[in-house]
């Protein structure tokens, strides 16, 4: 493992700063203020640094999204008319191997960053004392008040556990336990059509693994653009991924060797093992909020304003913990613009409010800004302009014919609203259009850029042309021409 608490014991008493939680928003809030001078103490329950970023969610199942593409082949697939599958009888521990040192690289990383901003680390279990002061309970039960001028929570979330349901961690998981699976099944259940339940739904279809997703809503992803999402489900169709919406798990049924989901409906869904991905739910348990004074909302969310400040001014909450989006980068930006906005340092002082999402099923799919259907909901008049990979060399190239990407543009003046992607390298690429809408830019900035050739990149001009036609046409009609 990597390296965990021997970077500096000897805490002082009194700080600049105390943030709980070492996860992406903890790291970044830490170092924002360590880097301007201020004395910063992070305390860390958990034996490894990162948080559920490095250990339990985004890096770990990225990593395996990697592996289950590399040993099925399925970016080779269809390119050279051979097998590239090397799932038969693959193990868990082949399939984790790559997880393992990814995730142990990350402990160094982080562990190495804290200490160039000669952070502080104490390991234990923190709550607020009153306004200033946080109390330590480390593993033997001894507890330690800091001092503190600004105390800043970033304690993340944990997968909800639905009542009714006995995760076992053997036949039964959630989104943290099933990276600890003992054995590769044949037969899945995914309950839960979010983006950690079809994330994990596609990436052990990839892997061979025939899969059940159970949803209750009526379509895959909600807040996905319509047509992004209704790809992503033929391709996941495509793959052997069934699907079975409008459904609620009733009841659970286990024993040694198998699962047993009985739905409204009746029908009983048996398989080997089941991941329940039903959300998750902010970690604020023995926090010692309310008696402080800090405000929580609903589902024990942490009422935050606009610079992520609490209810009591000297604390501060970003990440998981406040809400959504509950992202990684998100998080890692609102921790920042908290301490930016506590220690007056005006550097930072929002979270732009271009803010990407990226979902990495099989194939990834990535968004920014509104959608069509948004559009329609805000009464906004829009034009929309599409590539295909199929159509470009790079799509040729790497075998994947099934990509798109998607622009969604105000016919007025032709500035982007939106940008929809789907396939190989669409959380890359998404950025493009991100920084974009940033500017304020028209479609016309892609039609003017040299992009390299051949690129996916160049999908952005092409989509833009496709925009142009639309826009001709549209002012044709207006009788603007
Ligand atoms: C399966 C999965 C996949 C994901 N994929 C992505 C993705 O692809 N992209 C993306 O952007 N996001 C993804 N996420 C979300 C991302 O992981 C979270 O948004 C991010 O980790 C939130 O960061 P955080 O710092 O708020 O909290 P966390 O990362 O949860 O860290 C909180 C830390 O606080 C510690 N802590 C809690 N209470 C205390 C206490 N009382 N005392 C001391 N320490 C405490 C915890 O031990 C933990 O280490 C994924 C999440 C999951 C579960």
């Given at each position: 493992?990597?390296?965990?608490?021997?970077?500096?014991?000897?805490?002082?008493?009194?700080?600049?700063?105390?943030?709980?939680?070492?996860?992406?928003?903890?790291?970044?809030?830490?170092?924002?203020?360590?880097?301007?001078?201020?004395?910063?103490?992070?305390?860390?329950?958990?034996?490894?640094?990162?948080?559920?970023?490095?250990?339990?969610?985004?890096?770990?199942?990225?990593?395996?999204?990697?592996?289950?593409?590399?040993?099925?082949?399925?970016?080779?697939?269809?390119?050279?008319?051979?097998?590239?599958?090397?799932?038969?009888?693959?193990?868990?521990?082949?399939?984790?191997?790559?997880?393992?040192?990814?995730?142990?690289?990350?402990?160094?990383?982080?562990?190495?960053?804290?200490?160039?901003?000669?952070?502080?680390?104490?390991?234990?279990?923190?709550?607020?004392?009153?306004?200033?002061?946080?109390?330590?309970?480390?593993?033997?039960?001894?507890?330690?008040?800091?001092?503190?001028?600004?105390?800043?929570?970033?304690?993340?979330?944990?997968?909800?556990?639905?009542?009714?349901?006995?995760?076992?961690?053997?036949?039964?998981?959630?989104?943290?336990?099933?990276?600890?699976?003992?054995?590769?099944?044949?037969?899945?259940a995914?309950v839960?059509g979010?983006?950690?339940?079809?994330?994990?739904?596609?990436?052990?279809?990839?892997?061979?693994?025939?899969?059940t997703l159970v949803d209750s809503g009526d379509?895959?992803?909600?807040?996905?653009?319509?047509?992004?999402?209704?790809?992503?489900?033929?391709?996941?169709?495509?793959?052997?991924?069934?699907f079975v919406f409008r459904e609620r798990v009733a009841?659970?049924?286990?024993?040694?060797?198998?699962?047993?989901l009985v739905l409204g409906s009746g029908e009983?869904i048996?398989?080997?093992?089941?991941?329940?991905?039903?959300?998750?739910?902010?970690?604020?348990?023995?926090?010692?909020?309310?008696?402080?004074?800090?405000?929580?909302?609903?589902?024990?969310?942490?009422?935050?304003?606009?610079?992520?400040?609490?209810?009591?001014?000297?604390?501060?909450?970003?990440?998981?913990?406040?809400?959504?989006?509950?992202?990684?980068?998100?998080?890692?930006?609102?921790?920042?613009?908290?301490?930016?906005?506590?220690?007056?340092?005006?550097?930072?002082?929002?979270?732009?409010?271009?803010?990407?999402?990226?979902?990495?099923?099989?194939?990834?799919?990535?968004?920014?800004?509104?959608?069509?259907?948004?559009?329609?909901?805000?009464?906004?008049?829009?034009?929309?302009?599409?590539?295909?990979?199929?159509?470009?060399?790079?799509?040729?190239?790497?075998?994947?014919?099934?990509?798109?990407?998607?622009?969604?543009?105000?016919?007025?003046?032709?500035?982007?609203?939106?940008?929809?992607?789907?396939?190989?390298?669409?959380?890359?690429?998404?950025?493009?259009?991100?920084?974009?809408?940033?500017?304020?830019?028209?479609?016309?900035?892609?039609?003017?850029?040299?992009?390299?050739?051949?690129?996916?990149?160049?999908?952005?001009?092409?989509?833009?042309?496709?925009?142009?036609?639309?826009?001709?046409?549209?002012?044709?009609?207006?009788?603007?021409?």
């Open positions: 493992m990597g390296p965990r608490f021997g970077l500096r014991m000897m805490a002082t008493s009194s700080y600049d700063l105390v943030v709980i939680g070492s996860g992406p928003a903890g790291e970044k809030g830490a170092a924002q203020a360590a880097y301007f001078g201020k004395r910063v103490l992070l305390v860390e329950r958990e034996a490894v640094l990162g948080g559920a970023a490095v250990n339990t969610g985004t890096v770990p199942s990225k990593t395996l999204r990697e592996t289950a593409l590399y040993v099925s082949g399925l970016r080779q697939r269809g390119l050279y008319g051979l097998d590239y599958s090397f799932t038969a009888g693959l193990t868990v521990e082949q399939l984790m191997h790559r997880e393992r040192l990814v995730v142990e690289s990350e402990h160094a990383i982080i562990g190495r960053n804290l200490e160039r901003h000669r952070i502080e680390v104490v390991r234990g279990v923190a709550s607020l004392v009153n306004a200033h002061t946080v109390r330590v309970r480390d593993a033997g039960g001894r507890e330690h008040d800091y001092r503190t001028d600004v105390i800043l929570i970033a304690t993340g979330s944990s997968p909800y556990h639905p009542p009714g349901v006995t995760f076992d961690h053997e036949r039964i998981y959630d989104s943290d336990s099933i990276l600890r699976m003992r054995a590769i099944p044949k037969t899945m995914v839960g979010g983006v950690i339940g079809s994330e994990y739904a596609s990436m052990f279809t990839a892997l061979g693994v025939q899969v379509c895959l992803l909600p807040f996905v653009d319509r047509e992004i999402a209704g790809r992503l489900q033929s391709q996941l169709t495509r793959l052997g991924l069934r009841k659970v049924a286990r024993n040694a060797e198998r699962v047993n009983q048996a398989c080997e093992i089941a991941l329940f991905a039903a959300g998750r739910q902010s970690n604020i348990e023995g926090l010692g909020l309310e008696a402080v004074g800090v405000r929580i909302g609903q589902r024990g969310l942490i009422l935050v304003n606009e610079h992520y400040q609490t209810s009591v001014p000297s604390v501060y909450a970003a990440g998981d913990v406040v809400g959504f989006p509950a992202l990684a980068g998100t998080s890692m930006e609102q921790a920042r613009v908290a301490m930016v906005h506590a220690f007056d340092l005006r550097y930072k002082e929002q979270v732009s409010a271009i803010q990407p999402l990226a979902i990495y099923t099989v194939p990834e799919i990535s968004m920014v800004g509104r959608s069509e259907e948004a559009c329609r909901q805000a009464g906004l008049p829009y034009l929309v302009g599409r590539a295909y990979y199929d159509k470009s060399p790079r799509g040729q190239i790497i075998g994947d014919l099934s990509g798109m990407l998607k622009l969604v543009f105000s016919p007025a003046d032709k500035k982007l609203l939106g940008v929809h992607h789907i396939g190989e390298l669409a959380s890359e690429l998404v950025h493009i259009g991100a920084h974009a809408m940033a500017g304020g830019e028209t479609i016309d900035a892609f039609i003017r850029a040299v992009y390299n050739y051949p690129t996916l990149a160049d999908s952005y001009k092409y989509a833009a042309y496709d925009g142009l036609d639309e826009w001709r046409t549209w002012r044709h009609k207006q009788g603007l021409d």
